[in-house]
């Protein structure tokens, strides 16, 4: 059974830094690109970050870039967003998911085959 569990989220006031970890089990980790996503309240969720299972290559949404940072563990079964400069407007539940390597972009939530449950942002203004 697969699981992904969220950790390091919490309240920051603005231009903070926080850093998630995402750690899984019961799956080959390393063969699985992972990506956080994040839903605030009343609203959808969106795609944030992206990374191949060889950390190779990386994505961001434009409203993190140059702010967030994705990195993986791989030893570790672990995955990482190191958030900095944040912005009231991040507050949210972040998610961690995994998904097989395929052509579909990596913003489709619905390539994703695994979530964890989701860890709670909240940045002060």
């Known amino acids: 059974q697969v699981h992904l569990v969220e950790s390091g989220g919490g309240l920051v006031q603005a231009g903070g830094s926080l850093r998630l970890s995402c750690t899984a089990s019961g799956l080959t980790f390393s063969t699985y690109t992972m990506g956080w996503f994040r839903q605030a309240p009343g609203k959808e969720r969106y795609f944030v970050a992206h990374?191949?299972?060889?950390?190779?290559?990386?994505l961001y949404a434009d409203s993190v870039k140059g702010r967030f940072t994705i990195s993986r563990d791989n030893a570790k079964n672990s995955v990482y967003l190191q958030m900095n400069s944040l912005k009231a407007e991040d507050t949210a539940v972040y998610y961690c998911?995994?998904?097989?390597?395929?052509?579909?972009?990596?913003?489709?939530?619905?390539?994703?085959?695994?979530w964890g449950q989701g860890t709670q942002v909240t940045v002060s203004s």
């Open positions: 998911a995994a998904r097989f390597p395929s052509n579909t972009p990596v913003q489709s939530l619905a390539s994703y085959a695994y």
């Open positions: 990374i191949t299972g060889s950390s190779i290559t990386t």
